[in-house]
Protein backbone atom coordinates (compact mmCIF):
# COMPACT_ATOMS: atom_id res chain seq x y z
CA UNK A 1 0.00 0.00 0.00
CA UNK A 2 1.36 2.95 -1.00
CA UNK A 3 1.30 5.58 1.70
CA UNK A 4 0.56 9.60 0.65
CA UNK A 5 3.87 11.53 1.70
CA UNK A 6 1.69 14.41 3.03
CA UNK A 7 0.00 12.13 5.97
CA UNK A 8 3.52 11.12 6.70
CA UNK A 9 4.50 14.91 7.32
CA UNK A 10 1.25 15.47 8.96
CA UNK A 11 2.26 12.50 11.61
CA UNK A 12 5.80 13.94 11.94
CA UNK A 13 4.84 17.19 12.93
CA UNK A 14 1.80 15.97 15.66
CA UNK A 15 4.55 14.16 17.00
CA UNK A 16 7.06 17.06 17.54
CA UNK A 17 4.02 19.20 18.93
CA UNK A 18 3.58 16.17 21.58
CA UNK A 19 7.33 16.39 22.39
CA UNK A 20 7.87 20.10 22.62
CA UNK A 21 4.62 20.03 24.85
CA UNK A 22 6.24 17.10 27.07
CA UNK A 23 9.79 19.20 27.35
CA UNK A 24 7.51 22.38 28.39
CA UNK A 25 6.17 20.99 31.21
CA UNK A 26 8.51 19.28 32.40
CA UNK A 27 10.84 22.36 32.15
CA UNK A 28 8.00 23.76 34.32
CA UNK A 29 7.58 20.76 36.80
CA UNK A 30 11.29 21.50 36.93
CA UNK A 31 10.78 25.54 37.76
CA UNK A 32 8.37 24.88 40.02
CA UNK A 33 10.89 22.27 41.77
CA UNK A 34 13.51 24.61 41.84
CA UNK A 35 11.38 27.33 43.59
CA UNK A 36 10.07 25.45 46.29
CA UNK A 37 13.48 24.09 46.79
CA UNK A 38 14.94 27.54 47.11
CA UNK A 39 11.83 28.15 49.75
CA UNK A 40 12.92 24.86 52.03
CA UNK A 41 16.15 26.25 51.75
CA UNK A 42 14.92 30.11 53.29
CA UNK A 43 12.37 28.36 56.07
CA UNK A 44 15.03 25.82 57.17
CA UNK A 45 17.65 28.77 57.37
CA UNK A 46 15.09 30.76 59.64
CA UNK A 47 14.56 27.65 61.36
CA UNK A 48 17.97 26.63 62.04
CA UNK A 49 18.53 30.72 62.96
CA UNK A 50 15.76 30.51 65.56
CA UNK A 51 14.72 33.68 63.56
CA UNK A 52 10.74 34.35 63.75
CA UNK A 53 9.18 35.01 60.14
CA UNK A 54 6.83 37.61 61.81
CA UNK A 55 8.31 40.95 61.74
CA UNK A 56 7.58 43.71 64.06
CA UNK A 57 9.10 46.97 63.34
CA UNK A 58 9.46 50.73 65.39
CA UNK A 59 10.97 54.05 64.68
CA UNK A 60 11.57 55.88 67.80
CA UNK A 61 11.68 59.93 66.42
CA UNK A 62 14.24 62.15 68.25
CA UNK A 63 12.34 65.42 67.36
CA UNK A 64 14.56 67.52 68.93
CA UNK A 65 16.37 70.77 67.52
CA UNK A 66 18.72 68.39 65.94
CA UNK A 67 15.84 68.52 62.67
CA UNK A 68 16.07 72.32 62.80
CA UNK A 69 17.39 73.21 59.16
CA UNK A 70 18.25 76.73 60.82
CA UNK A 71 19.95 75.63 63.09
CA UNK A 72 21.61 72.72 61.81
CA UNK A 73 21.86 73.60 58.15
CA UNK A 74 22.73 71.17 55.50
CA UNK A 75 22.77 71.91 52.19
CA UNK A 76 23.07 68.51 50.54
CA UNK A 77 20.06 67.30 52.04
CA UNK A 78 18.54 68.55 55.49
CA UNK A 79 18.52 65.97 58.34
CA UNK A 80 14.75 65.84 58.82
CA UNK A 81 14.71 64.84 55.19
CA UNK A 82 17.75 61.94 55.72
CA UNK A 83 15.48 60.88 58.63
CA UNK A 84 12.09 60.43 56.15
CA UNK A 85 14.44 58.75 53.29
CA UNK A 86 15.52 55.78 56.17
CA UNK A 87 11.85 55.88 57.81
CA UNK A 88 11.14 55.08 53.72
CA UNK A 89 14.10 52.69 53.60
CA UNK A 90 12.57 50.11 55.98
CA UNK A 91 9.14 50.45 55.06
CA UNK A 92 10.38 49.58 51.60
CA UNK A 93 11.98 46.15 52.93
CA UNK A 94 9.02 45.31 55.84
CA UNK A 95 6.55 45.22 52.34
CA UNK A 96 9.11 43.27 50.65
CA UNK A 97 9.31 40.92 53.48
CA UNK A 98 5.71 40.21 53.25
CA UNK A 99 5.55 40.00 49.56
CA UNK A 100 8.14 36.99 50.04
CA UNK A 101 5.82 35.08 52.57
CA UNK A 102 2.93 32.71 52.24
CA UNK A 103 -0.20 34.50 53.01
CA UNK A 104 -1.26 31.79 55.45
CA UNK A 105 2.55 32.98 57.52
CA UNK A 106 1.49 37.14 57.43
CA UNK A 107 1.34 38.49 60.94
CA UNK A 108 3.53 41.87 60.87
CA UNK A 109 3.24 45.16 62.19
CA UNK A 110 5.09 48.56 61.67
CA UNK A 111 4.48 51.83 63.73
CA UNK A 112 5.62 54.73 65.05
CA UNK A 113 6.61 56.26 68.18
CA UNK A 114 8.08 59.22 70.08
CA UNK A 115 9.42 60.29 73.75
CA UNK A 116 7.98 63.03 74.90
CA UNK A 117 4.82 62.88 72.59
CA UNK A 118 4.83 66.03 71.10
CA UNK A 119 2.07 68.64 71.98
CA UNK A 120 0.93 69.13 68.32
CA UNK A 121 -2.47 66.94 67.84
CA UNK A 122 -1.94 66.47 64.19
CA UNK A 123 1.35 64.94 64.80
CA UNK A 124 0.35 62.75 66.80
CA UNK A 125 -3.06 61.90 64.26
CA UNK A 126 -0.42 61.50 61.76
CA UNK A 127 1.57 58.50 64.07
CA UNK A 128 -1.69 57.13 64.45
CA UNK A 129 -2.12 56.54 60.44
CA UNK A 130 1.22 55.08 60.40
CA UNK A 131 0.43 52.07 62.62
CA UNK A 132 -0.33 48.94 60.18
CA UNK A 133 -0.92 45.50 61.49
CA UNK A 134 -0.79 42.96 58.09
CA UNK A 135 -2.70 39.40 58.54
CA UNK A 136 -3.70 37.21 56.16
CA UNK A 137 -7.07 38.18 56.74
CA UNK A 138 -6.28 42.08 55.41
CA UNK A 139 -3.42 41.57 52.91
CA UNK A 140 -3.89 43.19 49.68
CA UNK A 141 -1.46 44.99 46.91
CA UNK A 142 -3.66 48.29 48.05
CA UNK A 143 -2.77 47.80 51.54
CA UNK A 144 1.03 47.36 50.78
CA UNK A 145 0.97 50.16 48.50
CA UNK A 146 -1.01 52.00 51.08
CA UNK A 147 1.87 51.12 53.66
CA UNK A 148 4.73 52.60 51.47
CA UNK A 149 2.78 55.43 49.98
CA UNK A 150 2.13 56.78 53.86
CA UNK A 151 5.41 56.11 55.16
CA UNK A 152 7.21 58.28 52.06
CA UNK A 153 4.87 60.95 52.86
CA UNK A 154 3.57 61.74 56.54
CA UNK A 155 7.26 61.28 58.43
CA UNK A 156 8.25 64.54 56.47
CA UNK A 157 5.17 65.71 56.96
CA UNK A 158 5.70 65.34 60.76
CA UNK A 159 9.45 66.70 60.41
CA UNK A 160 7.30 70.02 58.88
CA UNK A 161 4.97 70.09 61.73
CA UNK A 162 7.87 69.71 64.02
CA UNK A 163 9.81 72.21 62.87
CA UNK A 164 7.29 74.80 62.02
CA UNK A 165 6.10 74.22 66.10
CA UNK A 166 9.46 74.89 67.07
CA UNK A 167 8.77 73.48 70.47
CA UNK A 168 11.65 71.39 70.58
CA UNK A 169 11.81 70.07 74.25
CA UNK A 170 14.18 67.24 74.13
CA UNK A 171 14.66 63.40 73.47
CA UNK A 172 13.59 61.32 76.53
CA UNK A 173 15.14 58.33 74.39
CA UNK A 174 16.72 56.73 77.77
CA UNK A 175 13.42 56.73 79.53
CA UNK A 176 11.63 55.13 76.58
CA UNK A 177 14.07 52.31 76.50
CA UNK A 178 13.34 52.44 80.57
CA UNK A 179 9.59 52.63 80.95
CA UNK A 180 8.14 51.70 77.39
CA UNK A 181 10.49 49.65 74.92
CA UNK A 182 9.32 46.36 76.41
CA UNK A 183 5.20 47.18 76.06
CA UNK A 184 5.28 48.98 72.91
CA UNK A 185 7.84 47.23 71.10
CA UNK A 186 8.05 43.79 72.00
CA UNK A 187 5.76 40.69 70.85
CA UNK A 188 6.34 37.20 70.96
CA UNK A 189 6.40 35.07 68.07
CA UNK A 190 7.89 38.59 66.59
CA UNK A 191 11.41 39.36 65.35
CA UNK A 192 11.09 42.56 66.80
CA UNK A 193 13.19 45.51 65.55
CA UNK A 194 13.45 49.41 66.73
CA UNK A 195 14.72 51.69 64.56
CA UNK A 196 15.43 54.98 66.35
CA UNK A 197 16.30 57.83 64.53
CA UNK A 198 18.78 60.28 66.55
CA UNK A 199 21.93 62.49 66.27
CA UNK A 200 23.35 60.56 69.14
CA UNK A 201 22.85 62.72 71.86
CA UNK A 202 20.70 62.17 74.51
CA UNK A 203 19.01 65.18 76.83
CA UNK A 204 15.58 66.09 78.42
CA UNK A 205 15.10 67.97 81.93
CA UNK A 206 12.71 65.46 83.16
CA UNK A 207 15.39 62.58 83.08
CA UNK A 208 18.79 64.05 83.91
CA UNK A 209 20.32 61.78 86.52
CA UNK A 210 24.28 60.98 87.08
CA UNK A 211 25.40 57.97 88.65
CA UNK A 212 29.02 58.15 89.30
CA UNK A 213 30.07 59.43 85.69
CA UNK A 214 27.34 56.93 84.18
CA UNK A 215 24.58 59.75 83.04
CA UNK A 216 21.14 59.42 81.63
CA UNK A 217 22.02 61.45 78.86
CA UNK A 218 24.84 62.90 76.77
CA UNK A 219 25.28 66.25 75.09
CA UNK A 220 28.29 67.90 73.08
CA UNK A 221 29.00 70.26 76.35
CA UNK A 222 28.99 66.74 78.24
CA UNK A 223 31.71 64.75 76.37
CA UNK A 224 33.50 68.69 76.20
CA UNK A 225 33.83 68.55 79.89
CA UNK A 226 35.45 64.99 80.34
CA UNK A 227 37.86 65.90 77.66
CA UNK A 228 37.48 62.74 74.97
CA UNK A 229 39.34 64.77 72.39
CA UNK A 230 42.81 62.99 72.13
CA UNK A 231 43.23 59.60 70.95
CA UNK A 232 43.09 57.73 74.04
CA UNK A 233 39.10 58.44 74.94
CA UNK A 234 38.39 55.33 74.67
CA UNK A 235 41.02 54.57 77.10
CA UNK A 236 39.89 57.63 79.14
CA UNK A 237 35.85 55.78 78.96
CA UNK A 238 37.06 52.59 80.22
CA UNK A 239 39.17 53.79 83.45
CA UNK A 240 36.68 55.94 84.52
CA UNK A 241 33.85 54.31 83.86
CA UNK A 242 31.81 56.92 81.31
CA UNK A 243 28.52 55.68 79.75
CA UNK A 244 24.92 55.68 80.05
CA UNK A 245 23.35 54.38 83.30
CA UNK A 246 21.83 51.14 81.72
CA UNK A 247 17.99 49.97 82.34
CA UNK A 248 17.38 46.80 84.52
CA UNK A 249 15.98 45.15 80.93
CA UNK A 250 16.61 42.34 79.22
CA UNK A 251 16.33 43.40 75.77
CA UNK A 252 17.54 40.16 74.16
CA UNK A 253 14.22 39.82 72.06
CA UNK A 254 14.75 42.80 70.11
CA UNK A 255 16.78 44.27 67.18
CA UNK A 256 17.91 47.92 67.62
CA UNK A 257 19.43 49.51 64.22
CA UNK A 258 20.44 53.25 65.16
CA UNK A 259 20.47 55.76 62.32
CA UNK A 260 21.60 59.32 62.08
CA UNK A 261 24.55 60.02 64.14
CA UNK A 262 25.28 63.20 63.62
CA UNK A 263 28.62 64.59 65.87
CA UNK A 264 29.49 68.52 66.75
CA UNK A 265 32.69 69.90 64.46
CA UNK A 266 35.85 70.37 66.47
CA UNK A 267 36.56 67.26 68.10
CA UNK A 268 37.45 64.18 65.35
CA UNK A 269 36.87 61.82 67.54
CA UNK A 270 33.20 62.98 68.83
CA UNK A 271 31.57 59.96 66.56
CA UNK A 272 33.58 57.12 67.75
CA UNK A 273 32.90 58.41 71.52
CA UNK A 274 29.26 58.93 70.70
CA UNK A 275 28.84 55.36 69.29
CA UNK A 276 30.88 53.46 71.94
CA UNK A 277 28.27 54.99 74.30
CA UNK A 278 25.10 53.76 72.53
CA UNK A 279 27.58 50.39 71.63
CA UNK A 280 28.51 49.74 75.39
CA UNK A 281 24.29 50.80 76.46
CA UNK A 282 23.12 48.63 74.11
CA UNK A 283 25.63 45.76 75.22
CA UNK A 284 24.86 46.40 78.50
CA UNK A 285 20.93 45.98 77.86
CA UNK A 286 22.20 42.33 76.28
CA UNK A 287 21.05 43.46 72.74
CA UNK A 288 21.99 40.90 70.44
CA UNK A 289 21.66 42.43 67.49
CA UNK A 290 22.47 46.22 66.92
CA UNK A 291 23.96 48.65 64.06
CA UNK A 292 25.25 52.20 64.66
CA UNK A 293 25.15 54.54 62.17
CA UNK A 294 26.22 57.80 60.77
CA UNK A 295 23.80 60.61 59.42
CA UNK A 296 25.07 59.44 55.72
CA UNK A 297 22.52 60.32 52.47
CA UNK A 298 19.89 57.43 52.50
CA UNK A 299 20.70 56.79 49.05
CA UNK A 300 23.97 55.35 50.57
CA UNK A 301 22.44 53.51 53.70
CA UNK A 302 19.15 51.97 51.67
CA UNK A 303 21.44 48.26 51.18
CA UNK A 304 22.56 48.58 54.84
CA UNK A 305 19.05 49.18 56.03
CA UNK A 306 17.41 46.23 53.81
CA UNK A 307 19.97 44.22 55.44
CA UNK A 308 19.56 44.69 58.71
CA UNK A 309 15.83 44.17 57.87
CA UNK A 310 15.45 40.91 55.89
CA UNK A 311 19.03 39.59 56.04
CA UNK A 312 20.06 36.52 58.50
CA UNK A 313 21.99 37.73 62.05
Known amino acids: MKINPLYI ?37 KQNNNLPSNLNISFLLDLSDRIDPEKYPNPTMEYYQRDAGYIQAVSEAFTDHIRSKQLRLVNDKIQLFFDPEPLNPEINNISNQLKFAITRNNLSKELLSKINDMYTSQPEAIYKHAIADKNYVGSDTWRFFKDKIKDYCIQKNHRNILVVLTDGYIYHENSKMKEGNRTTYITPQTLKAYKLNTSKWKEKMQNEDLGFIPVNQNLEKIDILVLGINPNEGNPYEAYIIKEYWSSWLTEMNVKRFEIKNADLPSNLKTVIHEFILGQP
Open 9 to 45: KILLYAFVLIMISCSCKSDSHKEKQAEQQVQNVVVKT
